[in-house]
């Protein structure tokens, strides 16, 4: 029935490879044709990043209609690469179920990005989208890398890129904030990079084999587990919470997130949606790639601290985001905000957390593009991302207010929209924890961070509504491009008139400049935007709609990625003290 | 019809109006003026389909009644029609055989797998049918026609004339889907949906700083209601290990029964009690009182009349807000488990019901006045729903329904005022409209009898019966002699009434053969006689109230000298035919349907056979069928009261003087200023929230970020003392490099050694 889908020939692999390797070509093409002037540039990294998307969707096709079983990758390719004696780095690709969407939303995310530096980028061009494209690459590999020092090598060079991207074409602090983003996450995954060092040496002394191949190590460890007790100095904690530097400064848990708001509010708008969509998912990929089935009984130790931080992480971003003038830091914050749902989904470590979040991560990655897209088409029109100086957007541009809202419903969770599918079940498995999963020691802490992840939710409303209440409606504040301040003052004399007068919408406000001397412009999206914004919309209802599309082929390879842990986190439970036996009626 | 199925049909009645909101979407710019046709059309042939099968289910289980007698008519009839698997998380960890995983890990796998944190979440998209469903669907089609019809003359020139239409298909789909939804999870989904529909709608002229402040208020003070649901519906997965309403079989294994399921209601002891039970009542009426606009979180409806007035009478007053009350009603059987719960709901109602018509009666903005009007009989219904009997539950619809009419009657007819005024809706700056606009009149008049109590129209008749029920609940021993002969219920215990919970406390020889005592919380002591008593003279005092500010609304607007404000300009004028239609044909049910009815009591047959209402324990209250005439009594000459009161300030006077606030001094002033509950929750909730996220700000920038850069600078600093050693002299850098090597030597031979 599917056949159609892999042609003899084309081998998955060779797909695979394909994949990574068109946007690099793109960057080639893109720099060759760097006489050409800003429009071949941008257009040759558009169709690049389409042409990918293509490709990395059929791929995705051809891993669902043949998918592999738990612990093979699909499209395997492996290669010798630093081999020499025992020493045996390999260039190790293949997809599973842990990576396939990560894999598929960085193509799809890699065309919003282009797409919304279509009218920004106009200084040096030819540089952002060859670095815009090698971005891509990197973060394709990352995902698809079966090899640790691959990994790595993807890992850190998502960094270069996004360094110069902020370096060079952010806003005005934005050479602090590359620099402080590459230092704090570099510093971080410096820790990470000799942990999993530990990990290979360690495996290499107790099975004889120096392997860097990550599926062999998880298999290794899980017969050589890495010391867990006084005697064996901690080993396997102390790698753990190496680990846990890097990651935890990538997705970023509170309190280690501070450098995300200042990048992001420097980035340029196409940095920040690769930044907020993938970047901050590559530490949630790492947690569960690398410490939860290598690492089960230092991930048991720590879930209960790293469940907490998550939930905290909710309500704390939640409120600084309450505060923030700057639209763009508000949305900042609530990345941070939302990545505490993922993190607490994560370390509750309960089936239904586990695949909610590893949801949450795909769905975050739209609504915060999506919401980052629009904050720099905003900006793009007003030139100012200060909420109280921004109102009444929706008045000359309702296409863009209505994505806004819609972005918006996504973020906070509504219904039938994607996020709400990973909050409920995140939350859903949390309180499953709470209620009978841990020991009675543990059950009150439980239940309180499981209640505050569920006031995020109310907070999170709070503040995506105010700032869209203030953007978005009321009246005029800040006339496009210049108009003249008249208009404001027009659209003022509306508000006390009645039925009619009180029936000010798009159309009033489009008219209320005839007669002066120029009418106040409709700015709605332009074609470029809808093609940024129209395919995250796309799978934001998608996933909201069916999200058993998304769950079900990936769930096999999430579940055996935490069954471990899980069951050392029973084990600890059971250790403290006896499970809590709550009536249960069947 | 005999050979009605439902299965088929019930998936239009949602389907349409979405189909509908769609199309507006796509093409509303290209209909232009005639963007309301989809919207029109489409929720008018819901409505034809939701009535057919309402009549149809109707025929067939009333007829089924009446042809079998004794303890086998007490059937329920419920249909499940499932549509699509929405998300399904299987059993716990367990590694597949044969895996690496699966040898090393085996013991902890399975020591995972046996916990009783392995629940599956099997989600389906699943819609049922049954008597509560057809009321709640007929109620929402055919109101949200008439709204339709009437907003195509009120929303005339909008610009927004499309997304109006796209937004009420868009609701009536919504709210479709919330009362025909068979788990709880699809409950949330619609439960929040209808709020983002109801959020655009207040919103509606977004260009209005206060309607945009409205929507978002109305939004937030939802989300805090929505809380408790969600949490509720964590409790009740944990609890009962599905979200279903309806008994499920999953592949291979013994049937799962649903938490509202007939499995589980033929035996009360399988609903959970106690604690556990309590808490999720609560929630679940933390949830109602947002959505439903009940004490404290009532504060987001009255300012929800920011939004244009056709969205209100269909969101605001007929449907929407009536969400909590099919909520409860629709988890009855949980509920009765729990007779502290249970008393609350109706703690909760009552109290609303008197502070809410308290405060109707010093508004003098008439959309306002019927806003919390709406937010008092609210009230009434939950004061019913919490008696816990068949006829509190039966009495609550029946209401809901009577409400639903006449509500939406006013409210299109203070908009059909507002329209022909100019947008002015201050009563103080209008009266005498009888003579401009009379259908107004007439019917306003109708739907103000109705909302009073006065018989026969429609309030008169659900209004006894709540109020007979609360009776019921305060006297018992009064109810006990005229109620008992009916039912043949057995284990009634000797003497008490069958309005008490008999078989939720177990009989002395249930409990010889086993059965538990239930587990009680100290709520629980709340239901007491004296409770009800309290309860219910507070109920026939809002009976006055309601009657008092209604026809205080009447009089202001329609008797006495006309005058007219000068936004009306020249052309104040009675309203369009396509607006005054809805009312009259509104008018109509208002008068008759409950006479109606009540006379048959047909609806509350119907209803007794919704699964959730059919269980053993609410059927064991089922009291005959009677007209409480001493009870009618009381609730008329309550209302007569309040009319003449109203009459004796307002009738054909000018409508400006400040009668009412002189009259009633400081405890004027406090209705006025909405017991400043406003204010009262801005300080305790907002403000502190607000503080605190200043302060964590503040935290964030000067103590995290301050101690990143601190940090940051340590290498700065130490590279400044490093420095020094760069000296670049050859021979100290050799030396450097032996010593370096010369550590790692030791340190290798220390390893070896030690």
Redesign the interface.
């Known amino acids: 029935m599917t056949d159609f889908l892999s042609p003899t020939g084309f081998s998955a692999a060779s797909h695979l490879v394909l994949v990574i390797a068109a946007p690099l070509v793109g960057a080639v093409v893109a720099w060759l044709l760097r006489a050409r002037g800003l429009p071949a540039v941008r257009q040759s990294a558009a169709v690049t990043a389409i042409v990918t998307l293509a490709l990395a969707a059929w791929l995705v096709l051809r891993f669902l209609a043949a998918p592999p079983?738990?612990?093979a990758a699909f499209a395997a390719i492996d290669a010798p690469w630093l081999t020499g004696g025992v020493f045996d780095v390999r260039l190790s690709l293949g997809l599973d179920g842990l990576s396939l969407w990560m894999f598929g939303l960085s193509a799809l995310l890699s065309v919003t990005a282009v797409f919304v530096s279509w009218q920004a980028i106009t200084d040096r061009p030819v540089g952002f989208y060859v670095l815009l494209l090698v971005l891509e690459a990197a973060m394709l590999g990352v995902f698809a890398a079966r090899d640790v020092i691959l990994f790595y090598v993807f890992f850190e060079f998502t960094l270069v890129p996004l360094f110069f991207l902020i370096g060079i074409w952010g806003h005005e602090e934005r050479r602090k904030a590359a620099a402080?983003f590459f230092?704090?996450t570099l510093a971080g995954s410096l820790l990470t990079f000799l942990g999993l060092l530990v990990i290979v040496l360690w495996n290499a002394s107790q099975s004889g084999v120096v392997t860097f191949d990550i599926q062999g190590l998880?298999?290794s460890l899980?017969?050589h587990p890495l010391p867990m007790s006084a005697a064996g100095g901690w080993l396997q904690m102390v790698v753990f919470l190496a680990l846990l530097a890097g990651f935890a400064v990538k997705v970023p848990i509170v309190?280690v997130?501070?450098?995300l708001p200042l990048a992001h509010v420097e980035a340029p708008t196409g940095g920040s949606v690769d930044l907020a969509g993938v970047l901050l998912k590559i530490g949630i990929y790492g947690f569960l790639r690398f410490s939860l089935?290598m690492l089960?009984e230092a991930t048991a130790v720590a879930a209960p601290w790293l469940f907490g931080l998550g939930a905290l992480g909710i309500v704390?971003g939640a409120?600084?985001a309450?505060?923030?003038t700057d639209l763009k830091r508000l949305v900042a914050y609530s990345s941070v905000s939302h990545m505490g749902y993922v993190v607490m989904g994560l370390f509750a470590l309960?089936?239904?957390a586990v695949?909610g979040a590893n949801l949450q991560l795909v769905n975050h990655g739209l609504a915060s593009a999506g919401l980052f897209a629009l904050v720099g088409m905003i900006y793009e029109r007003f030139h100012t991302r200060s909420i109280p100086n921004l109102g009444?957007v929706?008045?000359k541009a309702p296409w863009l207010a209505a994505m806004f809202?819609l972005f918006t419903?996504s973020s906070i969770g509504?219904?039938?929209l994607n996020g709400?599918?990973g909050e409920?079940?995140i939350?859903?498995g949390s309180?499953?924890?709470a209620?009978?999963?841990v020991a009675p020691a543990w059950q009150t802490f439980y239940l309180a961070m499981?209640?505050c992840g569920?006031?995020g939710?109310?907070?999170g409303?709070?503040y995506m509504?105010?700032a869209?209440?203030r953007v978005?409606?009321?009246?005029?504040r800040e006339p496009p491009r210049g108009a003249a301040q008249s208009h404001a003052v027009g659209?003022g004399g509306?508000?006390s008139?009645?039925?009619?007068?009180?029936?000010?919408?798009?159309?009033?406000?489009a008219h209320a400049g005839h007669g002066h001397e120029a009418p106040v412009e409709r700015c709605d999206l332009a074609w470029h935007e809808w093609a940024a914004l129209a395919p995250l919309a796309v799978f934001v209802l998608w996933i909201g709609l069916?999200?058993?599309t998304f769950?079900?082929p990936v769930?096999?390879a999430v579940?055996?990625a935490?069954?471990?842990s899980?069951?050392?986190f029973?084990?600890r439970m059971?250790a403290l003290q006896p499970?809590a036996?709550?009536?249960?009626?069947? | 019809m005999p050979d009605l199925d439902p299965t088929s049909l019930l998936v239009l009645v949602p389907a349409l109006p979405l189909a509908g909101a769609v199309v507006t979407v796509l093409l509303g710019r290209l209909l232009g003026r005639h963007a309301h046709w989809p919207a029109l059309l489409s929720i008018g042939a819901a409505a034809v389909v939701a009535v057919s099968l309402l009549v149809g289910l109707a025929r067939e289980v009333l007829v089924t009644e009446s042809t079998t007698h004794g303890p086998a008519a007490i059937t329920a009839y419920e249909r499940i029609v499932p549509l699509?698997?929405?998300?399904?998380?299987?059993?716990?960890?367990?590694?597949?055989a044969g895996?690496?995983?699966a040898?090393?890990?085996e013991d902890?796998?399975a020591?995972?797998a046996d916990?009783?944190?392995?629940?599956p979440?099997t989600l389906g998209v699943d819609l049922r049918f049954d008597p509560l469903t057809a009321v709640m669907l007929a109620v929402i089609t055919c109101v949200g026609l008439l709204v339709a019809v009437y907003s195509i003359g009120y929303m005339h020139?909008?610009?927004?004339y499309p997304r109006f239409f796209a937004l009420v298909a868009a609701f009536v789909f919504s709210m479709s889907m919330l009362v025909a939804a068979s788990n709880f999870?699809l409950v949330?989904?619609?439960w929040?949906?209808v709020g983002?529909c109801s959020?655009?709608l207040i919103?509606f002229?977004?260009?209005?700083?206060e309607?945009?402040?409205a929507?978002?208020k109305a939004?937030?003070v939802n989300?805090?209601g929505?809380?408790g649901l969600?949490?509720a519906?964590?409790?009740l997965?944990?609890?009962?290990?599905t979200l279903n309403f309806h008994d499920t079989t999953l592949v291979d294994t013994?049937p799962?029964?649903g938490i509202l399921g007939q499995l589980?209601l033929a035996d009360a002891s399988?609903v959970?009690g106690g604690a556990?039970g309590t808490a999720i009542c609560l929630l679940l009426l933390l949830a109602a009182c947002g959505k439903s606009a009940q004490l404290p979180l009532h504060v987001w409806l009255p300012d929800a009349m920011e939004g244009p007035t056709p969205a209100s009478a269909l969101i605001h007053a007929a449907t929407m807000v009536t969400a909590g009350i099919y909520l409860i009603a629709r988890c009855a059987p949980l509920f009765v488990g729990c007779p502290g719960a249970l008393t609350a709901v109706s703690v909760v109602g009552a109290t609303t019901a008197l502070v809410a018509a308290l405060i109707g009666t010093m508004q003098n903005d008439l959309k306002r006045v019927l806003a919390y009007s709406t937010i008092s009989q609210l009230g009434y219904m939950f004061a019913s729903l919490g008696t816990g009997t068949l006829l509190g539950f039966t009495a609550a619809i029946f209401h809901l329904v009577t409400h639903a009419f006449f509500k939406a009657l006013l409210f299109l007819g203070a908009g059909s005022v507002?329209?022909s005024?100019?947008?002015?809706i201050d009563m103080r700056r209008f009266g005498g409209l009888r003579r401009i606009m009379p259908v107004t009149a007439a019917t306003f008049l109708v739907g103000s009898l109705a909302l009073a109590g006065v018989a026969p129209f429609a309030g008169f008749f659900s209004k006894d019966e709540i109020l007979a029920t609360l009776h019921a609940k305060g006297w018992p021993d009064a109810h006990g002699t005229h109620g008992s002969g009916h039912h043949a219920d057995g284990h009634a215990g000797g003497g008490s009434s069958p309005y008490r919970l008999a078989s939720v406390t177990p009989t002395a020889a249930e409990i010889a053969a086993g059965r538990p005592l239930p587990e009680t919380v100290g709520l629980d002591a709340l239901d007491a006689p004296g409770t009800w008593r309290v309860l219910f003279w507070m109920s026939l005092v809002t009976a006055g109230l309601t009657a008092f500010y209604t026809f205080r609304a009447v009089f202001m607007t329609f008797t006495g000298p006309t005058r007219v404000p000068d936004?009306a300009g020249h052309h104040a004028h009675e309203s369009p035919p396509v607006m005054t239609l809805p009312l009259v044909i509104l008018a109509v049910a208002s008068a008759v349907a409950g006479w109606w009815l009540f006379a048959t009591h047909l609806l509350a047959d119907f209803l007794a056979k919704t699964p959730s209402l059919a269980t053993p324990v609410i059927a064991a209250t089922a009291a005959p069928h009677a007209f409480h005439w001493d009870l009618a009594i009381q609730g008329s000459l309550a209302a007569a009261f309040g009319i003449v009161v109203a009459a004796f300030g307002h009738l054909g006077r000018r409508s400006d003087g400040p009668q009412m606030e002189r009259f009633l001094g400081p405890l004027g002033t406090l209705f006025a200023n909405r017991f400043y509950l406003d204010q009262i929750e801005a300080a305790l909730v907002v403000r502190p929230?607000?503080v605190?996220?200043?302060l964590?700000?503040a935290f964030?920038r000067y103590a995290?970020?301050g101690l990143?850069d601190f940090v940051?600078r340590i290498p700065v600093a130490l590279g400044a003392i490093v420095r020094r050693s760069q000296s670049g002299l050859l021979q100290r850098y050799a030396v450097g490099g032996a010593l370096g090597a010369l550590l790692l030597i030791a340190a290798l031979w220390w390893r070896l050694t030690g």
């Open positions: 079983p738990p612990g402080k230092v704090y998880t298999d899980a017969a309190p997130h501070t450098w089935p089960p704390y409120l600084v309450l505060v923030q309960t089936p239904v695949e009444g929706a008045a809202v419903f509504l219904p039938g709400f599918v409920f079940m939350l859903a309180f499953q924890r209620w009978s999963g499981s209640l569920v006031a939710v109310v907070l409303a709070w509504l105010w869209v209440e978005l409606f009321g009246p005029s659209h509306h508000a008139h009645g039925v009619h007068g009180g029936h000010v919408g798009p159309g009033d406000l069916v999200p058993a769950l079900a769930s096999p579940r055996a935490a069954t471990d899980a069951a050392a029973a084990a059971d499970p036996q709550v009536a249960r009626i069947p | 699509w698997q929405w998300a399904s998380v299987s059993d716990a960890y367990a590694p597949a895996t690496p995983a040898a090393a890990g902890l796998a020591r995972a916990r009783p944190n392995s629940l979440l020139g909008d610009p927004g999870l949330y989904v619609f929040e949906a983002a959020y655009l919103g002229w977004f260009s209005k700083p309607a945009a402040r929507a978002k939004f937030l989300r805090v929505d809380f969600a949490v519906v964590f409790l997965w944990m609890t009962y290990g013994a799962l029964p589980r399988a959970v556990v507002m329209h005024m100019g947008g002015v936004e929230l607000q605190l996220a200043g964590a700000a964030d995290i970020d990143v940051g």
